[in-house]
T-cell receptor, first 113, second 114 residues
Framework: DAMVIQNPRYQVTQFGKPVTLSCSQT?????MYWYQQKSSQAPKLLFH???????NEADTPDNFQSRRPNTSFCFLDIRSPGLGDAAMYLC????????????FGPGTRLLVL | SQQGEEDPQALSIQEGENATMNCSYK?????LQWYRQNSGRGLVHLIL?????REKHSGRLRVTLDTSKKSSSLLITASRAADTASYFC??????????????FGEGTQLTVNP
């Protein structure tokens, strides 16, 4: 019963080569989130969508963009990956109500060569 | 920054012992949540405690919240080898209908030895 699915689980890209990570959900949740987690660090929120409403964190680099074509899918685009963008990228969802938990996918580990 | 600070950074115990992890934060919160992350995997929600609650239980987990000290603790009783994971606290700065906006602490790496 996969609920939040991330593909691929591992992604290798070259320095400066655009890459897209994908996330899908079967929970019909209104909110979808993208986090970046570097090795042995806390997950850091990049942005989130409430339905079609995009909310960017103030310190998210312009290099990172997102698309949400429908309720089920959300994409993370990294326009020109640098070595410092190597990390685990976590997608999460929530219903969009007050004081709620988030449901996380297994993550995509990105390696930049 | 609202980011929580956790201690200890790492904890190693024997199976059957209790494990206690602590989290501190800086400003007012709606709620505080604890998540577990197995190595190289996504996060799994454990428990949510609201700002007007002081203690909450779920199975072998006990969470306390002291808003006057801006701190929380997670107690795992009768630990098992399968509890080996990283544990993160997260403060919720959500503003209602926009969903929860979580800021995570740095985490505690728990190792339970058989």
């Amino acid at each position: 019963d996969a609920m939040v699915i991330q593909n691929p689980r591992y992604q290798v890209t070259q320095f400066g080569k655009p890459v897209t990570l994908s996330c899908s959900q079967t929970l019909n949740h209104n909110v979808m989130y993208w986090y970046q987690q570097k090795s042995s660090q806390a997950p850091k929120l990049l942005f989130h969508y409430y339905d079609k409403d995009f909310n960017n964190e103030a310190d998210t680099p312009d290099n990172f963009q997102s698309r949400r074509p429908n309720t089920s899918f959300c994409f993370l685009d990294i326009r020109s990956p640098g070595l410092g963008d190597a990390a685990m990228y976590l997608c999460a969802t929530s219903r969009g109500t007050y004081q709620e938990t988030q449901y996380f996918g297994p993550g995509t580990r990105l390696l930049v060569l | 920054s609202q980011q929580g600070e956790e201690d200890p950074q790492a904890l190693s115990i024997q199976e059957g012992e209790n494990a206690t992890m602590n989290c501190s934060y800086k400003t007012s919160i709606n709620n505080l949540q604890w998540y577990r992350q197995n190595s190289g995997r996504g996060l799994v929600h454990l428990i949510l405690i609201r700002s007007n609650e002081r203690e909450k239980h779920s199975g072998r987990l006990r969470v306390t919240l002291d808003t006057s000290k801006k701190s929380s603790s997670l107690l795992i009783t009768a630990s098992r080898a399968a509890d080996t994971a990283s544990y993160f606290c997260a403060t919720d700065e959500g503003s209602g209908t926009s969903g929860s906006r979580l800021t995570f602490g740095e985490g505690t790496q728990l190792t339970v030895n058989p």
